[in-house]
C-alpha cells in the first residue's frame, strides 16, 4: 500500500480524521488526487427534525473554496460537477468559489444559485456571499448574470402586516432587513459601474413595488408620513423595507449623477415613475447636485410648492438653494408663493381661509427669511406679528417626546424651600398646560422624593394637606411610606389624622379613571395609605407606635372594605392579565390585608414576653381575617392569595388557628379550584418549603399534584406555579419529608405534570443544589436518588426535554463527582445533550480532576450531540483546560482520547487548539 492509500485509508476511517484533513488543508495541489478519488460528488444534506432544521457544513466545498484565487480554473471545473443540493452551506461555498473565477464559469455558477434562490428565505452568510458574487459579476462585465442574481436576492413580496387590527399588506424580503440593507450598500455600486440606467432600474422598480405592496387595495403613496424626509433625519419612523429602499434610491441616485448629462438620465429615469417618493427623491437630489435654473424649475412648480406629499423635500429645495438665484427668479418665486389658494376647508369662512392662506405664507417664507429683502422682509415680519415664529415648518407635523411628568421645582429646590414654603407654593401653584409643560403629577412627584428624604417635618404638618389636591396627599403619603422603607422614623399623630380625613371623602371607585396631569379622585391616596400601613407596621426600628393602636386598626378595618378590586377590575386585570396575588399587591383592599396581617403580627409581638403569641392578642383582626375568608363576604381570587401570601406569617403567629382555617384557605372542592389555586399559587411563590408545617400542608400539596396537567389558573409573574410546586417537592424531597412511594406527592406530580414543567424542575434543582452550601450529607443522597428515579421513570419521547437538564447538576460541588459523570454519560448515552451546555463545559476540569476518562467521554458525548455544534465555540477556555489536563495524565488510552477529541474540535472549528496537537500526525504532502 503506497503513501496516497494509507493516507486515503486514514482520512476515510472516520470523521474526526475527515473533518481535521480538511480543516487544515490549503494547498491546490490536492485537487485532482481528492477529485480522482471521487471526492466533491456528495454534499451532505440538511438536517431535519420536528421543528429544526440544520446545514452541515461540508469541509469539501470549503477547501474549494479557499483554494479557488489559486487555482481558478481547476476548482471551476470541480465546481460546477458539484450535484444539486439544498444545503445552504454548500450553496454559500459555491457562491464564495464563483467569486473567485473568471467570467464564464461564474455566471454558469450564478444561474444555479438563481434558480437554487428562488422561492426561498435566505440565511447565514449566504445573502453575503451572494451579494460579493455579484458584484464580481458586474466588475467582470457579466452584467445579465449580475442583475439576473442580484434581482432573486432582493426580490420582495407582500405579506400580512403581523399586529395589526385590519388586515394590511407590509413588503417582506427573502432576508431581513439588516442584511438586505447591507447586501444593497455591497452591490449597487458595482452594480451602476457597469450599467447605470439598468442598476438604477433595479432598485426603483423594487422601490415602487414595495410602495405598492404596502398601499395594498388603496393607490396612495403614503411614505410621506412615517418618511417624512428623504435625507436621514429624527423624524423619521421605522418603516421596515421602504426606508431601506428609500435609502438605497438616494444613494443611488447621488452615485450615479456625476456630470451634468448623468444628471438629467437620473431625473428622466426617476420622472418615469408615477408616485411622489420619486418626486421627492428627484427633490432631493436637485438640493444636493442641481443647477441654478434646475433647482428655480422645481421650485417655480406651483403643483409642487402645494403637494403636502412634496412639501419637506420642496421646502428643504427652498431653504438651502434659494440663495443661488438671480434677483429675477427669486422675484418670480416668491410671487408664486404669494398668490397660493389653498383649497377651502368644508365649512370654513372666507376669514378663516385668509388666515390660513397668510400662515401658509408665513411657514414658506421663514425657510428663506435670512435672504429676504425690502416689502418681502417687511411682509415677514408683519406675519410674525400675527402669528408668531412658526414651529418646525418644514414638517406637516412634528413629534416630540418627553420622559414623563415634569415639575416645576425640583427635588433640590423644595428641599430648600422647607415644609412651611412647599405648602404654600402647592397651594397657590396651577399649571400652564401644554402637552409637555410641568403639572400637579411631576410635582407631586418631586414632593414624594423630598418627604423620604425628610420625613419628620412633613409628618408634622401632615394635617394640612387637607385644603390640597389629592394629588399631593398621596404623594405626602407615599413619601412618608418609602421614608420608613429605608427606615427613617417621623411622628405619627398629625399623619394618622390626614389619613382619618381622606378616607371619610367621598369615593366612587369607577369614576377613579387616570389622568395624566394629576389625581383623578382619592382611590389612589386610599391605596397609598394602605401602603404606608403595610410598612410601617413591619418589625423595626421605625415602625407605628401601638399607643396607635386603635386609629390604626380603625383604617385598616376601613380599607378592608375598600370596593377596589371590584368584580369589574378584577375580571378585567386579573386572569390573563394578571395573577391574584399581583393584583392584591396593586389593589386598595388586597394591600389592605397584608397591613391586617402586619397589624395581628405587630400587637403580638407587643404582648409580654411570658404571654403565648396567638391571634388572641387581636381579636379585633381575627374576626376581620375570618370575615374575609368566607367566600360569599369576599369571593375576590385577589384577597384570596393574600393568605396563601402570608401563610408562614400566620403559622408563626397562631398554627392553631390557621389549622382550623385551612380547609376555607385551601378548598378542595373542584368548584372552588380558583379560590384553592389563587391562595396555594400565592403560597408556592411567597413561602419557602416547610417542613415543619408539612402535616397541615401534606393536603393542598395532593391537591396541587393531582391538577399539575392543567394549565395556570392566571398570568402569574412569579413564572409557572406548577415548576414552583416541583421545586418545593424536590426540596422536601432532599429534606426527607417525602418518599418516592407509588401514588406519593411526588409520584403524583410527576405523573401528572408536562414535560416541560418536569425539565423545569430538573434544571431548577441543579441550580439550587449548586448554591447549597453544607447541609446535612443525606440531603445529597436523597436528591441522588430522586435524579436515579427520574432517569429511569423518563423511557418515553419526553425523556429529551426533561433530563437535557441535568446539565445544571455538572455545575455542583458538593455532589459526588464520580456519580455526576456517570450520570451524565447515561444521559449522552441516549442521545440527550446536557442543558445548560455551558455549565456543564465549566464542570469539566473540575469533574476530571476525580475521573479524567469519563471527563473526557462526557465532553465527546456533548459534542456528538450537540445539533447545531456551535456551543464549544462558546467555551473555548474551559475546554482548553480539560484537555491540558488529560494530556498530562500518565494512562497513554486518556492521552490518546484526548488527541482524538482535539482532531474533532479542530474540525469543528476551535482551530485555536491546534498547539495541543502537536503530537498528532499530520496527513502526508502528496507527490507532485
Keep these: 500500500m503506497d503513501e496516497r492509500a494509507r493516507l486515503l485509508e486514514l482520512i476515510r476511517s472516520n470523521a474526526v480524521n475527515y473533518e481535521h484533513f480538511f480543516a487544515g488543508l490549503e494547498d491546490p495541489n490536492w485537487l485532482d488526487f481528492l477529485a480522482a478519488e471521487g471526492f466533491f460528488r456528495s454534499p451532505p444534506p440538511p438536517e431535519e427534525g420536528d421543528d429544526w432544521v440544520r446545514y452541515p457544513g461540508w469541509p469539501e466545498s470549503a477547501y474549494l473554496a479557499r483554494v479557488a484565487a489559486a487555482a481558478p480554473e481547476r476548482v471551476a471545473e470541480i465546481a460546477e460537477a458539484i450535484p444539486g443540493t439544498d444545503n445552504e452551506r454548500v450553496i454559500t461555498d459555491l457562491a464564495e468559489i464563483a467569486a473567485s473565477l473568471t467570467a464564464a464559469p461564474a455566471a454558469r455558477i450564478a444561474e444555479r444559485l438563481r434558480e437554487w434562490i428562488a422561492g426561498r428565505p435566505l ?348 394629588t399631593y396627599v398621596r404623594s405626602l403619603i407615599s413619601g412618608l411610606a418609602g421614608a420608613l422603607r429605608e427606615e427613617r422614623g417621623f411622628a405619627w399623630p398629625a399623619l394618622l389624622g390626614l389619613c382619618g380625613w381622606v378616607l371619610a371623602q367621598p369615593y366612587e371607585p369607577e369614576a377613579e379613571r387616570g389622568e395624566r396631569d394629576r389625581d383623578p379622585g382619592w382611590g389612589w391616596s386610599r391605596k397609598s395609605i394602605a401602603d404606608l400601613l403595610t410598612q ?164 393542598p400539596y395532593r391537591i396541587a399534584a393531582s391538577r399539575a396537567s392543567e394549565g395556570p389558573h392566571s398570568r402569574t409573574m412569579h413564572g409557572d406555579p406548577r415548576t414552583r410546586l416541583g421545586d418545593h417537592l424536590i426540596a422536601l424531597r432532599a429534606y426527607g419529608t417525602l418518599d418516592l412511594e407509588a401514588g406519593g406527592i411526588f409520584d403524583l406530580f410527576w405523573s401528572n405534570a408536562p414535560a416541560e414543567i418536569r425539565g423545569a424542575v430538573v434544571r431548577n434543582a441543579g441550580w439550587t443544589v449548586e448554591r447549597t452550601e453544607n447541609p446535612d450529607p443525606q440531603v445529597f443522597t436523597r436528591l441522588a436518588e430522586t435524579w436515579e428515579w427520574i432517569a429511569i421513570r423518563e423511557e418515553d419521547e419526553d425523556a429529551r426535554e426533561v433530563l437535557d437538564g441535568f446539565g445544571a447538576w455538572l455545575a455542583a460541588p458538593n455532589l459526588d463527582p464520580a456519580w455526576l459523570l456517570q450520570q451524565a454519560l447515561a444521559v449522552l448515552g441516549r442521545g440527550i445533550p446536557l442543558d445548560p451546555d455551558f455549565s456543564a463545559y465549566a464542570a469539566l476540569p473540575r469533574l476530571a480532576k476525580s475521573d479524567p476518562r469519563s471527563a473526557v467521554a462526557v465532553l465527546r458525548g456533548m459534542v456528538e450531540t450537540d445539533r447545531d455544534r456551535w456551543a464549544p465555540l462558546g467555551s473555548r477556555e474551559e475546554i482548553r483546560e480539560l484537555l491540558t489536563f488529560t494530556l498530562q495524565n500518565p494512562d497513554p488510552a486518556i492521552r490518546a482520547e484526548t488527541h482524538h477529541m482535539i482532531d474533532r474540535l479542530i474540525g469543528l472549528g476551535l482551530s485555536d487548539l491546534r498547539d495541543l496537537a502537536e503530537e498528532t500526525p499530520q496527513p502526508p504532502e502528496p507527490d507532485g
Design 123 to 470: 440565511h447565514l452568510n449566504l445573502p453575503h456571499a451572494a451579494a460579493s458574487l455579484v458584484s464580481h459579476l458586474a466588475e467582470l462585465g457579466q452584467v445579465d448574470a449580475a442583475l439576473g442574481l442580484a434581482a432573486e436576492i432582493l426580490h420582495i413580496e407582500g405579506q400580512e402586516r403581523r399586529g395589526s387590527f385590519e388586515p394590511q399588506t407590509e413588503p417582506v424580503g427573502r432576508i431581513d432587513r439588516w442584511d438586505y440593507s447591507r447586501v444593497l450598500e455591497e452591490m449597487v455600486p458595482a452594480l451602476l459601474a457597469a450599467d447605470r440606467d439598468r442598476a438604477l432600474s433595479l432598485v426603483f422598480d423594487l422601490l415602487a413595488l414595495a410602495v405598492t405592496l404596502e398601499a395594498g387595495e388603496g393607490d396612495g403613496d403614503y411614505t410621506y408620513i412615517a418618511r417624512p424626509s428623504i435625507a436621514d433625519h429624527a423624524q423619521n419612523n421605522d418603516h421596515g423595507l421602504i426606508d431601506v429602499l428609500v435609502v438605497a434610491a438616494r444613494e443611488a441616485t447621488l452615485a450615479a449623477a456625476a456630470d451634468e448629462e448623468s444628471m438629467a438620465a437620473v431625473l428622466a429615469a426617476l420622472a418615469s415613475y408615477d408616485l411622489p417618493i420619486f418626486a421627492r427623491l428627484a427633490i432631493h437630489l436637485l438640493t444636493e447636485r442641481g443647477t441654478p435654473a434646475e433647482v428655480f424649475a422645481a421650485l417655480h412648480n406651483r403643483e409642487a410648492s402645494a403637494s403636502v406629499a412634496l412639501w419637506h423635500e420642496y421646502s428643504q429645495l427652498l431653504a438651502h438653494r434659494f440663495a443661488d438665484l438671480d434677483t429675477e427668479q427669486r422675484e418670480a418665486l416668491l410671487e408664486l408663493l404669494a398668490s397660493e389658494d389653498p383649497d377651502p376647508f368644508e365649512g370654513e369662512t372666507a376669514e378663516e381661509a385668509e388666515r390660513r392662506r397668510r400662515r401658509r405664507l408665513l411657514e414658506r417664507l421663514s425657510m428663506i427669511s435670512a435672504e429676504l429683502e425690502g416689502p418681502w422682509a417687511e411682509t415677514y415680519e408683519s406675519l410674525t406679528r400675527e402669528f408668531g415664529e412658526p414651529d418646525h415648518p418644514a414638517f406637516l407635523s412634528y413629534v416630540t417626546s418627553f420622559t414623563g411628568p415634569t415639575s416645576p421645582l425640583g427635588v433640590a429646590e423644595l428641599t430648600a424651600l422647607g415644609p412651611e414654603s412647599t405648602l404654600e407654593a402647592l397651594a397657590t401653584w396651577e399649571p400652564p398646560g401644554g402637552f409637555d409643560g410641568p403639572t400637579p403629577e411631576g410635582l407631586g412627584r418631586a414632593l414624594e422624593e423630598a418627604v423620604k428624604t425628610d420625613p419628620r417635618p412633613y409628618a408634622e404638618l401632615a394635617d394640612r394637606f387637607e385644603t390640597l389636591d389629592a
Design 536 to 699: 410601617g407596621l413591619a418589625e423595626g426600628p421605625v415602625e407605628a407606635p401601638i399607643s396607635e393602636r386603635e386609629r390604626i386598626f380603625a383604617l385598616i378595618a376601613e380599607l378592608a372594605e375598600d370596593p377596589n378590586p371590584t368584580p369589574e377590575h378584577e375580571e378585567r386585570y386579573g386572569g390573563s392579565n394578571m395573577d391574584p396575588s399581583t393584583l392584591a399587591l396593586n389593589t386598595t383592599r388586597g394591600e389592605a390585608m397584608s397591613a391586617l396581617v402586619r397589624y395581628c403580627l405587630w400587637v403580638a409581638r407587643r404582648e409580654p414576653g411570658d404571654t403565648e403569641v396567638s391571634l388572641e392578642s387581636a381579636p379585633e383582626g381575627r374576626d376581620l381575617l375570618e370575615r374575609h375568608l368566607d367566600p360569599v363576604y369576599d369571593p375576590s381570587l385577589a384577597i384570596r392569595s393574600v393568605y396563601g401570601r402570608w401563610w408562614g406569617s400566620l403559622f408563626n403567629l397562631d398554627r392553631p388557628w390557621l389549622a382550623a382555617h385551612m380547609e376555607e384557605i385551601f378548598p378542595a372542592a373542584p368548584e372552588e379550584a380558583a379560590l384553592f389555586a389563587a391562595a396555594f399559587d400565592a403560597f408556592l411563590a411567597f413561602t419557602y418549603p416547610w417542613p415543619g408545617g408539612f402535616d397541615l400542608l401534606e393536603a
